[in-house]
């Protein structure tokens, strides 16, 4: 890669906002690209590239105006652990309360991606005390108040003002909201593949009509993924009929509570039994709209911040094919 830029782009880029679950993704590439691509000396650079790539695509098939990627200050918030200490628990480093297991081979390069992002001038925001999930939450309830939901739009593609969210991680399922244009982006099949999941694709696939209920229905449910129990004997679908039957989460316990006989005897109970981690889930489950993030600059900058930053680094870890995409992406005029 040389010192050459592309001539910055018309200051007009009517798109809208696009969140990126960073971790998500370089985890994603970390796994998903061979570890022999190496930098010069010989050091894995996968997750970099991978991200980077995906990054690069993302703006040049989505074509957003803003684009923000969140960071995890912390994986494991104090917050949530209080509340259940079993959260993320399995995930620890043997004989530690707060380090994650994280293969060797990225741990490295997480500095890196940091350094790069920099060096491009992109948006990483990250709150202490609180998951990227979090920080997500914060920017779409910020986008619904200073009022995403413009109309119009290419098909396909978020309305301006909309908000996407680019995850593998079903938990943020639970932000989408036709009203206020958010949407997710899922990963499950690759950022060439994307799984646009709007409040149609939640009914068709999961049987809930709104975010808020499935954020009622993984209460219920429970994810052993983040060490969540749910409700004993009550699983994805069962959820599903309780919440279709009742409204919500608070409907559901309100039936229960009231000996409804729409519940049988065996989900009253059970309902019961877990009355403890009912009343704490919901705050474990839902993300948190009001980190403090302070003022986030979200616009997708025209050049990169720090050109010659971005030279030295492309140089020094072998990226100038994924740097010279991302910055083509970045200047086109959407």
């Given at each position: 890669?040389?010192?050459?830029l592309?001539?910055?782009?018309p200051a007009?880029?009517?798109?809208?906002?696009?969140?990126l679950?960073?971790?998500s993704?370089?985890?994603r590439?970390?796994?998903?690209i061979?570890d022999?691509?190496?930098?010069?000396d010989?050091?894995?650079?996968?997750?970099v590239?991978?991200?980077?790539?995906?990054t690069?695509r993302?703006?040049?098939?989505?074509?957003?105006?803003r684009?923000?990627a969140?960071?995890?200050?912390d994986?494991?918030p104090a917050?949530?652990?209080?509340?259940?200490?079993?959260y993320?628990a399995?995930?620890?480093?043997?004989?530690?309360?707060?380090?994650?297991e994280?293969p060797?081979?990225?741990?490295?390069?997480?500095?890196v991606?940091?350094?790069?992002l920099?060096a491009?001038g992109?948006?990483?925001v990250g709150?202490?005390?609180?998951?990227?999930?979090?920080?997500i939450?914060?920017?779409?309830?910020r986008a619904a108040a200073?009022?995403?939901?413009a109309?119009g739009?290419?098909?396909?593609?978020a309305?301006?003002?909309?908000?996407?969210?680019?995850?593998?991680?079903?938990?943020l399922f639970?932000l989408?909201d036709d009203?206020?244009g958010v949407?997710?982006?899922?990963?499950s099949?690759?950022?060439r593949d994307?799984d646009?999941?709007?409040?149609a694709r939640?009914r068709?696939k999961y049987?809930v009509?709104?975010?808020?209920?499935?954020a009622?229905m993984?209460?219920?449910?429970?994810?052993?993924?983040?060490g969540?129990?749910?409700?004993?004997g009550i699983g994805?679908?069962?959820?599903?009929?309780?919440?279709?039957?009742?409204g919500d989460?608070?409907?559901?316990?309100a039936?229960?509570?009231?000996?409804?006989?729409?519940l049988?005897?065996?989900?009253?109970?059970r309902?019961?039994?877990?009355d403890?981690?009912?009343?704490v889930?919901?705050?474990?489950?839902?993300?948190?709209?009001?980190?403090?993030?302070?003022?986030?600059?979200?616009?997708?900058?025209?050049?990169?911040a720090d050109?010659?930053?971005?030279?030295?680094?492309?140089?020094?870890?072998?990226?100038?094919?994924?740097?010279?995409?991302i910055?083509?992406?970045?200047?086109a005029d959407?």
């Amino acid at each position: 890669m040389t010192s050459s830029l592309p001539d910055p782009a018309p200051a007009v880029r009517p798109g809208g906002l696009l969140l990126l679950d960073t971790a998500s993704l370089y985890f994603r590439a970390f796994f998903g690209i061979p570890d022999s691509i190496v930098s010069p000396d010989g050091l894995p650079v996968n997750a970099v590239r991978g991200l980077l790539d995906m990054t690069a695509r993302l703006i040049a098939d989505r074509r957003p105006g803003r684009l923000v990627a969140c960071w995890d200050d912390d994986w494991r918030p104090a917050f949530r652990v209080a509340a259940i200490p079993t959260y993320k628990a399995h995930r620890l480093v043997a004989g530690t309360d707060h380090v994650e297991e994280t293969p060797a081979g990225l741990l490295p390069q997480i500095p890196v991606i940091v350094e790069v992002l920099a060096a491009l001038g992109i948006a990483r925001v990250g709150a202490p005390g609180f998951e990227a999930d979090d920080v997500i939450g914060t920017l779409v309830a910020r986008a619904a108040a200073e009022g995403g939901a413009a109309e119009g739009g290419a098909a396909g593609h978020a309305r301006p003002g909309g908000v996407e969210i680019v995850t593998g991680d079903r938990d943020l399922f639970q932000l989408v909201d036709d009203e206020t244009g958010v949407r997710v982006l899922y990963t499950s099949r690759g950022v060439r593949d994307l799984d646009v999941v709007d409040q149609a694709r939640l009914r068709a696939k999961y049987g809930v009509p709104t975010g808020q209920a499935y954020a009622d229905m993984a209460v219920l449910r429970g994810d052993p993924s983040d060490g969540l129990p749910g409700v004993r004997g009550i699983g994805e679908k069962t959820a599903v009929a309780l919440l279709e039957r009742y409204g919500d989460l608070a409907g559901v316990l309100a039936a229960r509570d009231a000996r409804d006989p729409g519940l049988t005897a065996t989900q009253r109970a059970r309902l019961t039994e877990a009355d403890a981690y009912l009343e704490v889930a919901p705050d474990v489950v839902r993300v948190a709209p009001d980190a403090p993030l302070g003022v986030v600059d979200d616009a997708i900058p025209m050049t990169p911040a720090d050109p010659d930053a971005l030279v030295a680094l492309a140089e020094r870890w072998g990226l100038a094919s994924s740097i010279t995409r991302i910055v083509a992406a970045m200047s086109a005029d959407r």
